[in-house]
Nanobody, 128 residues
Framework: QVQLVESGGGLVQAGGSLRLSCAVS????????MGWFRQAPGKERELVAV????????YYADSVKGRFTISRDNAKNTVALEMNSLKAEDTGVYYC?????????????????????WGQGTQVTVSS
């Protein structure tokens, strides 16, 4: 059974930082791309960042470029999202997801339907 468990969310003031982590229980972790999504109240879920199967290829939403950094540790089956210079508009539930298997080592899936498994989410609240 595949499980994704996020941690690291919380309440932070604008301008502050948080580090989210996602632990994945799957035998073939290193062959999947990993993504972080978020959903704000009353809004649709949006893609925040993606990292390919082989570290080296990443994608960031324009709204987080230069502030967020995605990374992965294939030996530990974890993916992290370092979030700096947080803004009130970064508030939402953050989800990690795994997908894009067998699409190439540098592929970064950009659509929700390309992800096979999802975590339960962790709340990030940025106070202004």
């Amino acid at each position: 059974q595949v499980q994704l468990v996020e941690s690291g969310g919380g309440l932070v003031q604008a301008g502050g930082s948080l580090r989210l982590s996602c632990a994945v229980s799957i035998r073939t972790f290193s062959t999947y791309a990993m993504g972080w999504f978020r959903q704000a109240p009353g809004k649709e879920r949006e893609l925040v960042a993606v990292i390919s199967w082989s570290v080296g290829n990443t994608y960031y939403a324009d709204s987080v470029k230069g502030r967020f950094t995605i990374s992965r540790d294939n030996a530990k089956n974890t993916v992290a999202l370092e979030m700096n210079s947080l803004k009130a508009e970064d508030t939402g539930v953050y989800y990690c997801a795994i997908g894009g298997r067998n699409r190439g080592s540098t592929y970064v899936p950009l659509r929700s339907r390309e992800y096979d498994y999802w975590g339960q989410g962790t709340q990030v609240t940025v106070s202004s």
